[in-house]
């Protein structure tokens, strides 16, 4: 197993690169600050490690690929809620910088299968929000398998470009849990979320009913359907700790973190009661 100084020597000098792209200073002016998923950077650290790539090679791939992930991200945070129009253009411009920045990085490494086996994944994802969004989707089956879609199709297009997608539904249930997580909280601490407005679209008759204004009863059966994913996602990841093979100590200690993130919502009702 990979020594922890070393594989977070690498990760380290990677995330500083990767910021240095990013957080652009005229940008971080009039929007959020892009978030780096430290997550996604940890994995793609570790697969490149286990196939002894240069570490300039590494910082290339790493980079180039998670500035299409924040992209992504930054184009789908525009929402009306923007303070005015000049902030939502220049969210947009952000996202196409983070693209352009990509398309710039990789063209300069001349690996164009690699551009468009990334671009897969952006149509892929891409895709799937629009099914998400547009409600065409005709159940939770169906909705949870575009979440995991949109939250691992770039990763899972990098492993199968270096044949190593044995780490495949590790990656889908480790991302898919980390939104399910973030969207439970989000839905208890605000009384809603973007995944359990689509649930009660799909699960709830009245369609003028508004989330917020959902009974008790209602609620609960919401969160009852997360957990029940959630659940699925977790004793996924539980045997992958013993049996992907190549985890090194850094990733597995933060995957272990997120695992003990998930509290069961019939368990938390005990508790209180």
């Known amino acids: 197993m990979i020594k922890l100084p070393d594989i977070q020597q690498k990760y380290t000098d990677i995330q500083k690169q990767v910021e240095q792209k990013v957080f652009h200073p005229y940008l971080l002016k009039y929007i959020e600050t892009p978030v780096i998923d430290e997550d996604r950077l940890l994995i793609l650290v570790s697969i490149m490690d286990r196939l002894e790539f240069s570490d300039n090679k590494m910082e290339n791939y790493a980079t180039t690929t998670m500035l299409i992930q924040i992209a992504l991200d930054t184009h789908e ?88 997608d044995l780490w495949n539904e590790f990656i889908v249930n480790l991302f898919f849990f980390k939104r399910l997580l973030s969207e439970k909280k989000q839905f208890l601490e605000a009384g809603s979320s973007h995944l359990f407005e689509f649930m009660k679209e799909i699960t709830i008759p009245n369609k ?27 004793q996924f990841l539980l045997k992958g700790i013993d049996q992907l093979p190549y985890l090194n100590d850094m990733l597995e200690a933060r995957i272990t973190s997120i695992i003990n993130e998930h509290q069961p919502f019939a368990k938390t009702l005990v508790e209180e009661g």
């Open 77 to 164: 945070h525009i929402s009306n809620a923007a303070v005015d129009e000049i902030n939502r253009q220049l969210t947009v411009l952000a996202g196409d910088y983070f693209s352009g920045l990509y398309y710039k990085l990789l063209a300069e490494s001349e690996d164009n299968m690699m551009i468009k086996e990334l671009s897969k994944g952006i149509k892929e994802i891409n895709e799937h929000k629009v099914l998400v969004y547009q409600k065409e989707l005709g159940g939770i089956e169906n909705l949870m398998e575009s979440i995991k879609k949109i939250e691992s199709s770039l990763l899972i297009r990098f492993s199968n470009y270096f044949k190593v």
């Open 208 to 234: 003028n009913l508004s989330i917020k204004n959902l009974s008790d009863k209602q609620q609960k059966d919401l969160l009852v359907i997360c957990d029940r994913y959630l659940d699925s996602a977790n």
